[in-house]
Every structure is written in C-alpha cells, then in structure tokens.
C-alpha cells in the first residue's frame, strides 16, 4: 500500500500563512495592550443574554417591531455622549478609570433589574410594569458600557508604548503598526468574548424550547445571573492597568531615572488640555434636551434628538479637523462619509427573527448555534483577512463587503419564498432551512467586523496630541450615530412594512394581536436593495470630489 506523504511546499506555504496571520500577531502581543482588552472582552460578554433577550421580548412582552426599533435608536443614542466623555478623559486622564467604575455600576443595575423580573416578577410588577422594566434595563446597559468604551479607547492609545523598555522611542513606523495591532486585538477580545458566550449559550439553551414555563424561566434567569460576572473583568482590567504602571515606573527608577522622569515617559498626556466649553457643554445640553424629548413624548422625538446630536457632531468634527492639515481633512471627511452610510443601512428588524422562531422553528438553542458559528468564524475571519484590511483603503474594502453582503442576504429572502422547501425536497431532507442558515452564517459572519478595524487604527494613529481620547470620541461618536440611523431606517421599514408576531393577553390567554409575516418578503427585498445602492453609489461620489478615503 503506498502512502501519499505531504507536499512540502504546501506545508510551507501553510506555515507561513499561519504565521503572518496567527502567529505575528501572537508575537505582537504586549502586556501593555492586556488592561483594554479586558474592557473589550468584557463588551463581548455583554451579548451572553442576546438570545435570552430575544425570546423573553417576543414571549412575555407586547412590544411590536416598530417599538423595538424605536428602543433601538434610543439605546444606541448613548453612544453619540462619546464627545464630552471623550474630552472629559482627556481632561482627567489619570483618574479616567473612575468612569469605568460608574460603567460597571450601571451595567450590574440593568442585569440586577432583568434578574428581578425573572426571580421575583410580581414584587417587580407591584412597582412598575414588566414593559417599563424592560426599558429602564434596556437603556441602562448602553450607558454603562458607552462609559467603559470611551476609556478603553483612551486605554489603546495609552497601551501602545512611546519608548523601548531602555527608553529609547519607537520610530513612527513601528509606532504606526503596534496601534493595528492594538486595535486588531481589541476587535479579537470582543470577537472572542462573543465566542465565549456563545458556546455558554449552546449549552445553558440546551432543550429549552420543550421545557415548561418554570423551567424555562429558570434557564433564562441563570443566564442574567452568570452575565453578572461581565462588569467585573472591566474593573479588572483597570486594576491591572494601575499595577503595571507602577511596575514601569519601579523599573524606569531601577535604571536611574528620577520618578518624574519614568512618569514623564510613560504618560501620554505631559499636560492637561484647555477645557473645551463647546464640547462639554454642548454634550451637557445636548443630554438634558435628549432626555426632556424623550420622556416628554413629543411626536418625532427621535428625529429631533437625531438631528440635533448630528449638528453637534458635525460641529464639533469641523472645529477639531483645524488641527490636521488639509490632505488628512479630506481624508477625514471622505473616511467618515463612507463609514456612515454603510453603518446607516436598515435592517428587517425584530420581525425577521420572530419569524424564524416560527415558521422555521428556530429554537434558542439553535440560535445560540448559529451565534456559536458567527462568532468562531468572524475571530477567524478578522485573521484571514488581516493584511486585506491593511493594504487595501476603506472604499474597497467596504465596495467588497457591500457586494458580499448583498450576495448573502439571497438565500434568507429564498426562504421566504420557499427555497427551504425546494432544497429539502430535492435533496432528501439534508438542505433544509437550518442547513441553509448555518452555511449563509458561516459565508457572512467574517464580514461584519472587517470595516473598523482599518477606520479605529486611521483614527488613532492620525489623532492630534493632547486630544487623542477627544478625536477618537468624536469621530466614533459619528460614526455610532450610523447605528442611530440605522435604527431610525428600521423603524420607517417597519411602518411601512408591518411584520407581527402572535401576542397573547397574559390575564385571559386569548390572542390580542395575530401572527402576520405576509409582507416581511418585501421587507427584506426593500433593505437588502438599499444596502446595496446606497454605499456603491457613495463610493463613487466620493471618488469624484477632492475627499479621499483612508
């Protein structure tokens, strides 16, 4: 019998590969980078009660799509505070970890608050309903981790060194590939911190479709109780941060620098920056006119907050690109355009899932799978597609994904149409509609991640000194607000489009609202076309004005 032994070349070839992608960035690792990262894996934790979520809202909750969506932009909303938490860092940047404390405060409250609905409904309900519950704990987490955010921003420009351990600084270059580097690894512990739950979730959902309400209720509530740990890894992390920089200093001292010195060449700021009043105090008025809309129930609060939270960032990106120079504020305005319109995309909604759940009787478990492979495949993904992301500019990395994204979104929408049905006939049961969503999840699952990371090293690599955690703030902010957008998108989608799913009176069991999926087809026609047009044909305005993208 003869034995094929291996080609060598391609063992080679696979070596190398293994290596440029895996094993550099291994070798890339420094401790310095480790305090953000837990930050990061602690905001990739965070999805560990998304299925939960999930089916609690369309269980026990009334709350139809459009309301969902609208929640949706109100949660997202926290993230445009980005701007003056991002100056307030710069401002007290040696006690910025004191945010994170507030963050993780607030995070353990909206699960504290989901633990008592679950474990103790009627003592909750005695003081507010179980929907206004919902919302409070809903709004609360995006505050807490916004807070955490804006300082782990802070903490990957503070983690990524100035000087060689002699003291000697890093050249520019080296400088330019430890912040890639850095930002990779924060996209890897969020991706990693996503794999970790999932594989909690496959597990903690294990048969919960066919248990009895009590049970199931148990399930869910195990599941809040053990994302407890989620504000802890944060604190952690900060802990850490103080600890190895009183390790640097005793070393720096060790090599006869005075305490002044050894701080001098491990602080980022030397000084303080002047306080900006247009930030702090536009972010101050702009949250007390967020919240006087919002809990005033104007009509079209969500436009106006919207509007208004788009003129401040917009104001506030015109004042600090005087910093840069022209070439890098065209740079900035292309980059950040394209950025926003391919973040600002609307998406089905709640209703897409909701029908999953029961016309092709997707269960949590099931969904936890499918979370499972997303997660594994996007962290691999962010590895395949690491020198893609550095060689290539935002227009065609993002052209690339828009044209993938649209490509994927076919065989959902062929569900819809039967195409589960065709497939499972044709092949004897095996291309079902569980086989066709685990294939088209594992195709675009590496996708999603693959735009930020070229955008958050540009952002801080190009940031002016004295204002790193302020520009990075500001320009995520914008970004971010893509998301309320979305959202907002989501919400016009859902008006148009209804999508309902069955709802039952909790006190009669009677059925108060009818499941009704008919128009969810052109639901799903409709965004993935606006997917589709609106970024390509950004893309090719930008290409014919002076803007460039990064």
């Known amino acids: 019998m003869n034995i094929i032994s291996p080609n060598p070349g391609i063992l080679t070839a696979l070596y190398r ?47 139809s799509a459009e309301f969902l969506a609208a929640l949706g932009f ?19 940047w040696r006690w910025k970890s004191l945010l994170v ?44 981790y916004v807070l955490q955010d804006v300082v ?34 924060g996209r890897v512990a969020i ?15 294990r048969d919960v479709g066919s248990m009895s309400e009590e049970d199931k209720t148990a399930a869910y509530l195990l599941v809040y109780q053990l994302a407890l740990v989620i504000p802890f890894i944060s604190v952690w992390g900060v802990f850490f941060a103080s600890w190895l920089r009183r390790r640097n200093i005793a070393r720096f001292i060790a090599q006869g620098l005075s305490r002044k010195e050894s701080e001098a060449l491990l602080t980022v700021h030397a000084e303080a920056p002047p306080v900006n009043w247009w930030i702090l105090g536009g972010g101050a008025a702009f949250t007390i006119v967020s919240l006087s809309i919002g809990l005033g129930s104007f009509s079209a609060a969500e436009e106006i907050v919207f509007c208004l939270s788009m003129i401040i960032v917009l104001f506030l990106i015109w004042h600090l690109s005087s910093e840069l ?22 998406t089905p909604g709640a209703g897409s899932t909701w029908w999953m759940i029961d016309q092709l009787g997707f269960d949590q478990q099931f969904l936890a799978t499918l979370s499972l492979i997303g997660a594994a495949l996007t962290l691999v993904g962010m590895f395949i597609f690491r020198r893609f992301m550095a060689e290539r500019s935002m227009a065609y990395i993002i052209g690339v994904l828009t044209i993938a994204g649209t490509l994927l979104s076919f065989p959902i929408i062929g569900m819809y149409f039967g195409l589960h049905e065709w497939t499972a006939a044709q092949t004897g049961g095996i291309v079902d509609a569980r086989f066709i969503a685990i294939i088209d999840t594992a195709l675009e699952s590496p996708l999603g991640q693959i735009a930020m990371i070229p955008m958050l090293a540009w952002i801080a690599n190009s940031a002016p000194e004295k204002l790193k955690a302020t520009f990075f703030a500001v320009m995520a902010s914008f970004t971010n607000l893509a998301l309320s957008a979305s959202q907002l998108s989501t919400k016009y989608m859902n008006q148009i489009f209804i999508v309902t799913r069955e709802v039952s009176d909790p006190a009669t069991g009677g059925i108060s609202v009818p499941a009704d999926y008919s128009e969810l087809g052109m639901l799903l026609i409709a965004v993935t076309t606006i997917g589709f047009i609106l970024p390509l044909l950004t893309i090719v305005i930008i290409k014919q004005t002076r803007f460039r993208c990064a």
């Open 152 to 185: 782990a921003d802070a903490m990957t420009v503070e983690a990524v060194p100035r000087v060689e351990g002699n003291g000697q600084p890093f050249s520019p270059e080296k400088r330019k590939q430890m912040h890639v580097t850095m930002q990779t690894l």
């Open 74 to 92: 109100w949660m997202a909303l926290p993230w445009a505070l980005k701007m003056p938490l991002g100056h307030l860092v710069d401002l007290i």
């Open 191 to 205: 991706i990693g911190g996503s794999v970790l739950v999932s594989v909690a979730n496959v597990i903690l959902m």
């Open 17 to 63: 590969w293994f290596d440029i992608h895996i094993f550099a960035l291994g070798r890339e690792m420094r401790l310095s980078y480790l305090p953000p990262l837990m930050v990061y894996l602690a905001a990739g934790i965070s999805s560990l009660t998304g299925i939960v979520g999930t089916f609690y809202v369309k269980e026990r909750l009334g709350l």
């Open 325 to 346: 120079d022209a070439e890098a504020r065209n740079v900035l305005v292309g980059t950040a355009i394209l950025i926003f319109i391919f973040r600002a995309i609307p």
């Open 101 to 144: 404390y507030l963050g993780a405060s607030l995070i353990m409250m909206s699960l504290l608050i989901m633990i008592g609905l679950l474990g103790y409904t009627n003592a909750m309900q005695s003081v507010a309903s179980v929907e206004s519950w919902y919302v409070a704990a809903a709004l609360l987490a995006p505050i807490g």
